[in-house]
């Protein structure tokens, strides 16, 4: 919203307008936590079948699988960021819609004030 006063009209207008990105984000959350969760899992696999194909203590092996699983895990904490940061963006629009609610019922407040004479 701007530094110019709203009238009711353009702040149902603003409330739709965020709704629509609030679904489209929750759509896109969904998306990358199933991508968060693929990429976890072959992260895991990726990692575990290089500490069995590994010789040595059990230390060297699991390190080496970390090596080894080093591209899927990458991979897996940006997935995982994005999530996080899509959550973050929904719980921002969520504000912003909150926001917008209380702007419009201070329109109505306003407008219910003013002085309305039926005769003219």
Known sequence: MSDQLLTANEVVVALSKLGAELDATVTALKQA???AANKRHEADQAESR???AADGS???RKHLARL?????EQEALVAEAVC?????RIRAIEVRVEIGRSYGAAVRAELAALPYDQAS
């Not at 080894?68 to 899927?72: D, I, S, Y």
């Not at 996080?84 to 973050?88: C, I, P």
């Open 50 to 52: 290089a500490f069995v």
């Open 33 to 35: 936590e199933l991508d």
């Open 84 to 88: 996080r940061y899509l959550k973050t």
């Open 58 to 60: 059990m230390d060297l």
């Open 68 to 72: 080894a699983a080093g591209k899927q």
